[in-house]
């Protein structure tokens, strides 16, 4: 109730940034640029912008203009306080090093490091400056790291004091962590991101067919969180029978959260009650109860949830969307309706883990004409990244419907009718005023019209013409924060012909992944994941005027991760932004070696700090 009365107070508040130029140089090109400088940046306020508890009816003056650079908290590889711990570094479940390594080899007694961070939070706690960061790190084994800061009362600005691996061994590990958010309640949100394929990996007779069928090496690397030291973890040494027998798919594949105290412990927990996809992330409305899960990939869908007691993920009840499309023109219009998969908590789940896809579901093959025998349901549903399995004709067995929900809820899903086309489906944040906005990645695939290979065996809900270059929607809530309508709110577009460096144009956004909303404020933040601008950048789009102001440009190689804005933590406002995996990519290894460069290390830092109240 409390972020929906600050979006109320706010509505009025107007802010902005000052325009970023792209890069032009190579100087530019290779580390962050922003503002009007390249390493300044402006945040301009309007008349009645404040934060504070103070300033919540504009009554607080604030400085119109604030000028920011961006300030770093950390690095990969970095070590911070004294505390031995290495930030980044990839552990096994007993705390000890996994190697590097790829599916030809083990480069043994090479310690593995992630540039892979993604979203970070922070978290207040007590009255003494104490603020708590945890940040994740994409891949699998996925890591979590807890950074205890100070703040100082003066300048705001964050201090490092002392970091700690958040160990989710009691889980089976973490996997894919992708983006996130924070609780209303003030916990740290996250995400498993590209679930592995149970069905797939059940049905393979080795490592060749478990790839063809939407198997991913995720899962073989992921066995090197067992014991980093035993070889027979990594996937060039590994057998297939050992594969069968120890990888347990049904543990991955969830949101997540953790919960820091003031005297710097925690609790983590995944909530199996909110089902299993490929989760970008899990967003909860001001209400402490509907939570969103964008589900990342292909042929993926829109999950809600509506938890059984305010402030606790570990029950309630979960819905699949069914969109029904209205317009198709620019970016599409759809009306929204849900349809429930039941309720269930964590306890119910947890004893279905150790399953196989054969103890949750009959298939059969469908006919030559797409058909499915009686009783069986067709549908294209299925996980895993960038494979693309076809069409399925299944049934639930009986008895199994509560683990089926939330095991493979998308395929329960679109079995009951549930819209299961949309093409990388990322990002989501709510406005506080009455609008939901998530990202779509790109346009292509199932929310094609009667695509031949990705509508196969589906009910071809969304019937778009192509953008690659993708599209942010917006979504409109009732009284009970339920979706019931959406349209695109800002597509990108093809560059001009003459821009031999772009295939999207540099003056807008391309392949949109993480989106925060500045609370009070009219900014939607926008970060893209891209290959068609030459610098991915992070963008403030005005929902009000439709204006698109360039914030930062990573460098070569980057994507923008986890930009959020934390309005008011003791007065001080923090726009978050992470730069993952810099310099990524064969094309790009000799930019990094310039001597501006930033080199391949990921970073997380704030733009900042602004007062706020």
């Known amino acids: ?100 390594h790829d599916l030809e080899g083990v480069r043994e007694g090479v310690a593995r490091l992630s540039s892979t961070m993604d979203f970070t939070s922070l978290m207040p706690r007590g009255d003494e400056g104490l603020v708590f960061a945890v940040s994740h790190f994409e891949q699998a084994p996925g890591e979590m790291y807890l950074t205890r800061l100070v703040q100082d009362d003066v300048s705001g600005s964050l201090s490092p004091e002392f970091i700690t691996r958040v160990d989710w061994s009691e889980w089976g590990g973490l996997w894919v962590p992708c983006a996130g958010s924070m609780s209303p309640w003030n916990t740290h949100l996250g995400s498993e991101e590209y ?29 090197t969180y067992l014991d980093g030291s035993d070889l027979r973890n990594y996937p060039s040494n590994m057998d297939w029978a050992y594969f069968q027998d120890t990888f347990k798919p049904y543990y991955y594949g969830y949101p997540t959260e953790v919960a820091v105290s003031e005297d710097g412990t925690y609790s983590v927990a995944k909530h199996y009650a909110m089902g299993r996809t490929s989760v970008e992330l899990p967003y909860v409305m001001p209400d402490s109860r509907t939570a969103y899960i964008t589900d990342d990939g292909v042929n993926k869908m829109l999950l809600m949830f509506k938890a059984d007691t305010p402030g606790d993920l570990s029950s309630g009840e979960l819905f699949a969307s069914k969109f029904t499309q209205l317009s198709a023109e620019d970016g599409g219009s759809f009306s929204v309706e849900w349809i429930s998969l039941g309720s269930a908590s964590t306890d119910d789940v947890r004893p279905f883990l150790d399953s196989k896809f054969s103890d949750l579901f009959d298939t059969a093959a469908p006919t030559p004409e797409g058909a499915c025998p009686e009783g069986f349901t067709g549908i294209h549903a299925r996980a895993g990244h960038g494979h693309e399995g076809g069409q399925e004709c299944l049934r639930v067995k009986p008895g199994m419907e509560v683990p089926a929900s939330r095991l493979e809820p998308r395929r329960v899903g679109a079995m009951l009718g549930a819209t299961s086309e949309w093409d990388k489906m990322e990002g989501v944040t709510f406005d506080g005023r009455g609008t939901l906005y998530v990202a779509m990645s790109k346009v292509a695939k199932g929310m094609l019209d009667a695509d031949p290979e990705f509508d196969a065996g589906g009910p071809n809900h969304v019937r778009l013409p192509e953008n690659k270059c993708g599209c942010v929607y917006g979504m409109a809530v009732d009284d009970s924060y339920t979706v019931v309508s959406a349209e695109a709110a800002i597509c990108g577009r093809a560059a001009p012909e003459d821009d031999e460096e772009n295939d999207c144009d540099i003056d807008g956004i391309s392949n949109p992944d993480n989106v925060a909303f500045m609370a009070g404020t009219q900014n939607l933040l926008i970060g893209e994941d891209t290959h068609y601008h030459l610098n991915a950048f992070l963008w403030a789009y005005d929902t009000v005027t439709g204006e698109l102001t360039r914030v930062q440009a990573m460098p070569l190689g980057a994507e923008v991760s986890g930009p959020y804005w934390h309005p008011e933590i003791n007065c001080w406002g923090y726009l978050m932004s992470v730069i993952q995996h810099p310099f990524r990519g064969e094309e790009f290894q000799e930019a990094m070696l310039y001597p501006s460069s930033m080199g391949p290390a990921a970073r997380v830092g704030y733009l900042g700090p602004f007062r706020t109240c």
């Not at 008349?47 to 920011?68: I, K, N, R, S, V």
């Not at 679930?195 to 992921?222: K, V």
């Open 1 to 100: 109730a409390a972020a929906a009365a600050v979006g109320g107070a706010l509505a009025a508040c107007r802010a902005g940034f000052a325009h970023t130029e792209p890069p032009q140089t190579m100087a530019e090109r290779t580390r962050l640029k922003q503002g009007f400088d390249g390493s300044f940046q402006l945040l301009s306020l309007g008349e009645g912008c404040a934060w504070g508890p103070d300033g919540a009816d504009g009554a607080a003056p604030l400085p119109q203009y604030q000028p920011a650079r961006y300030v770093e908290i950390g690095q990969t590889g970095s070590t911070l306080g004294g505390s031995g711990a290495t930030f980044g570094a990839v552990l096994d479940r007993a705390g000890n090093p996994t190697f590097e």
């Open 195 to 223: 679930e592995p394929d149970a069905r797939a990996q059940e049905e393979a007779a080795s490592f060749e067919e478990y790839f063809a069928l939407g198997g991913d090496d995720s899962a073989l690397s992921m066995l």
